[in-house]
């Protein structure tokens, strides 16, 4: 269970329980991933069937690759 915890932790920031619907806030680069998701998710039910992941990946690539390549504080 504390490991659960630890992952919800390190994936989501700011979350909100309005009444029974919870609305989620993503850490970076968490958030790039779900808008991207978002978009695969539009693409797929306007063109039907399967749409090519690449092309919604590709412009938020430099980015994710950014933020992990980023050097850190002194710990």
Do not use: C
Not at 18 to 31: C, E, H
Not at 37 to 56: C, I, M, V, Y
Not at 65 to 74: D, I, Q, S, V, Y
């Amino acid at each position: 269970m504390e490991e659960k915890r630890k992952l919800l932790q390190i994936v989501y920031s700011n979350s909100i329980l309005d009444d029974v619907k919870l609305l989620l806030g993503y850490r970076k680069p968490f958030d790039f991933m779900a808008v991207t998701n978002s978009k695969h998710q539009k693409k797929k039910a306007e063109f039907g069937g399967e749409s090519d992941l690449r092309t919604n990946w590709l412009p938020t690539l430099d980015v994710i690759r950014t933020f992990f390549t980023l050097p850190r504080g002194k710990s």
